[in-house]
């Protein structure tokens, strides 16, 4: 199914990177910014992790509104707001001005947010499964790019035009949004129903845990392999930024497979697939560097799987969550995005503190194999649960 309301895809890949963008593509501004406002350097990572926060709450609420009123006038005004909010970070005189529009710009979660409900309004879950697919391999190269192209903004221009740079993005979303997003939320006959319904479901609860939890690994992966990179193997800077993108090839090549895979088989089965690969990978890289000495290829060549598996699974598991009760696409895919993000903090914070104490490539591989465990348990949950029990 898919209907004449749906928008270009290019569309769909704007607002879901501008999510992405928001967060990254200023990070090598982040010492300049110190430096500008006269703030210590952990001060200015409030910039980071208050942003982190906000979108969490942030996504609670849009996802509801969006469910109420519409998926198009959300955007718009999502999209106004963060148009404002950049060009009061250009304009901001003081740390305090800065940090409150930079929060002003995590209602850029909408960009996801939005993104997913109108592709599960416009397509059935089988669908809806594999263009969440191919969005999410185009997308993967965004944590790449971004602070690639902020880096040399920072160095061109100063931290001011990467704020320059979101403000014509804000810009640019505004048209496409007003020239290509119809309103695709789900019409109803009768009253539309409450969240109540979805709270309720162990099914979506499973399905938004998978995605979550998956996304989960990623995140202790980040935080855990330089440490233990540069403790263990010694590697330098462009070693390791070689080793940290194998997880997000592993993603887009698991992406486009999914993808292609859900329209064939059930996207549970895909999403089930994806975690046994992940933890497959993993328990093979706890034997190999049990039998052998650990090497930097050995680590990266082994977390390539949760790359691999996140691709097969997140998308499948984020289409899953929003065909639970489709008329409130808007509500599941705003919980899932804070509870992504929510555990997400917490799991960099719990990994970051375990490597520091035992920065070994088993202690990291055995810590990532206890997250996807748990994802693999709610997947399973999900996979051999009837549709008719969430309700």
Known sequence: MTTTASPRLITLILLTASSTLSLNMFLPSLPAIAVAFDVPYGTATFAIAGYLAMTAVLALIIGPISDRIGRRPTALA??????????????????????????????????FILASAVVRDTRDHADAASLLGYIAGAMAVAPLLGPMLGGVLQDAFGWRANFYVYAALGALLLIAIAIDLRETRIKTTGPRPGPGPLLRAPRFWAYALTMALSTCAFY???AGAPIVAAQSFGLSGTTLGIGLGSITAGFMAGSFTGARLSKRIHPDTVMFSGRVLSVSG???GLLALSLTDPSALS???????????????????????????PERSGTASGITGALTVGLGALTTLAVGWAMTATPTPTALLATLLAIKLASLATAWFAWRTPPASSL
Not at 302 to 320: C, E, H, K, M, V
């Open 220 to 222: 202790g992966f980040l």
């Open 282 to 284: 993993l328990v093979t």
């Open 78 to 111: 999502a999209v106004i707001l963060f148009l404002l909010a950049s060009i009061g970070c250009v304009l901001a005189q003081s740390w305090t001005w800065f940090l409150i529009y930079r929060l002003g710009q995590g209602v850029m979660v909408s960009g």
């Open 299 to 325: 680590l990266f060549a082994f977390t390539l799987f949760i790359g691999l598996g996140n691709g097969l699974t997140t998308p499948t598991a984020n289409a899953g969550a929003l065909s639970v009760i």
